[in-house]
């Protein structure tokens, strides 16, 4: 167990923990007693079938989702929606290596798979809220590969489901990209397997991942056009120190890397013993496909191919030079563009 | 000085080798008795206008070269034309950290920009060859680099220009990718700081730095479509140790560095005080400007905007899901696409 500052309250709430007990896992495995950490904003209506369910991303917590997406006048408003943002296990918040008592934790923490986050999710908004429905599932990167994993795995549950700038089976390059992130960690000497003694140890490793994700994350014209000096970055090593440094390396390692591990695995056809058309096939939810047309690793054809398997579903492209890392929200028009497509897909009957 | 059987006569041979004196580097410091490897294929005409330069790209000597690219029927047929295939300073064949003898070489090899090359290669082209005018220069990546760098710094002498997936100016993106090949190899604890006993103390780094190349180097689409099955792997793992690895992994980290530094900071606009309109307005060569349309790195965007700065040039994209490592060979539609337009620019006045 690791005493890190930036998983707290003071950071990232306010949250809650939810215990849903012992998580049996996919790939074997317990986690005894597992907590949900999660937040809300606005009322369940009496007919409890406002309820709008939000995951978590990849380093991302609750905080970044009310931050960015949520508020009045949004498409995610409390004034007209339950919503319920929950965090990943292994997110930091949730059950995750830096806070799991030993000897579970750390380099022993099991392996989790998005339909492990799932399941977890499902027990907590069933036991917790009694929630018979809801009107939406909504998420980016690896909370779309979980938006997909609820439409599927409880499609009579699911009214609505956006997925943003994510996929429902993982591609191999991006799987390929995943592992140069988790290469870049466990390669720093002071990553020790897994037991270090604060993320400080890693610090290079932590820094080297950081500069992968400025590759990959934003796109070749968010460099082109000056877009981080924008933002308000000097130059391309004040960018890297100060934004993606900052913001990746006061993040436990061992938290990272498991994230990574499920994002590389995310597959909705495991439900279908491989085959995706046909778990794509059990979708009953009004689907909006909406990936970023800049992003460099969840490309849009990619994105379409799996639209295309979704009936009723709909391809809303999005557009910014953010790529990828748009989800982060510097792009007020992106934003503008999430909200006007969440509006129309919350308009429909789902 | 390190014995690597990978950079010799027996696997890139045969090639000469001619010593150019001392070159003076814009960095400052001496390559005392820089040496540059060559090849030539063909005869040198009466006129002595037929002759057509190659450099090499990050990684790449001769020998691809001449596989991939040169034949009878070819654009660059030896019956038409004297083609030199020049190696670059760093390339492991030319002089190199590696094979330069203590205390120049290894970790203490001087920085060298693509202009050191070219001004090493006009030097050679020059004395050995008496050649006052060049049919053509034409290369890849770096050698698109080498390639500006050529017909910007010897306007009058270059009649033609192709150049093939690489810019003439270095974008921030691209200098960021290369710096996180570089980190893969340095981050390695057997590096130390270049003064290794041989490549293999780098494996896990050199490893890294591959598998950054499978994201980058290909593209989404060659991974989607199973292209690596076709070229004759069973698996992803199979393809990065086999192929990529197997690649990579022969070569000295302290040239691949050498080779990544002067990548980085390609820019004929150093020529003219940080004016690339003026730099490649200076260009006299009929400019085919030829990137690849799935190149991740080398945008087609990135290179169209330089190539409407080159009076009389053309934007010739070539197609290929194999994207930058197109380059490579390994899609005959590409090199078909290559040899068609480089015919056509031959046919040119020039």
């Known amino acids: 167990m690791i005493n890190n500052g930036y998983y707290s309250q003071e950071v990232h709430g306010p949250y809650e923990l939810y215990d ?3 998580l049996d896992l996919e790939e074997g495995g317990t986690i005894r007693g597992c907590k949900l950490a999660y937040a809300t904003f606005g009322e369940l209506n009496p007919a409890r079938d406002n309820a709008i369910l939000i995951p978590t991303w990849y380093s991302g917590t609750n905080k970044i989702i009310e931050q960015v997406y949520i508020g009045q006048g949004r498409a995610l408003d409390p004034h007209n929606y339950f919503i319920v943002i929950v965090n990943q296990i292994g997110g930091g918040l949730s059950t995750s290596p830096h806070n799991t008592p030993p000897p579970a934790g750390m380099g022993h923490f099991p392996r989790v798979r998005i339909g492990d986050d799932v399941r977890a999710q ?4 069933t036991e917790k809220f009694d929630l018979k429905s809801l009107a939406l599932v909504v998420g980016g990167s690896m909370a779309a590969q979980q938006t997909y994993e609820w ?13 943003i700038a994510g996929t429902a089976r993982n591609t191999e390059h991006d799987f390929l990209f995943a592992e140069t992130l ?32 400025a590759v990959m994350g934003w796109s070749t014209e968010f460099f082109k056009q000056d877009r981080y000096r924008a933002l308000g970055f000097s130059s391309l090593d004040d960018f890297i120190i100060n934004f993606m440094s900052a913001y990746f390396n006061v993040m436990d ?23 995706l058309k046909e778990a794509l096939g059990r979708i009953k939810a009004k689907t909006f496909v909406m990936p970023v047309d800049e992003d460099m690793f969840f ?24 790529g990828h890392l748009a989800l982060f929200g510097a792009d007020a028009d992106f934003l503008g563009q999430v909200d006007r497509n969440l509006k129309d897909l919350l308009a429909t009957r789902g």
Chains 1, 2 share one sequence.
Not at 151 to 163: C, I, N, Q
Not at 305 to 315: D, H, N, P, R, Y
């Open 253 to 275: 390692p061992n938290d990272l890397i498991c994230m990574a591990w499920k994002w590389q695995r995310g597959d909705v056809s495991r439900m279908t013993g491989g085959n």
């Open 20 to 22: 849903i007990g012992n």
């Open 299 to 322: 490309r849009v054809r990619d994105c379409e191919a799996e639209q295309k398997m979704i009936a009723g579903s709909e391809l809303r492209t999005l557009k910014s030079i953010d």
């Open 182 to 213: 988790v290469d870049a960690i466990t390669s720093d000497p002071g990553f020790n397997g897994g037991f270090y003694r604060s993320s400080e140890d890693v610090r290079q490793g932590l820094l080297r991942h950081a500069k992968l994700w």
């Open 151 to 163: 439409a599927v795995r409880y499609p009579d549950m699911v009214k609505r489901a956006a997925a």
């Open 122 to 125: 499902y027990k907590f908004v």
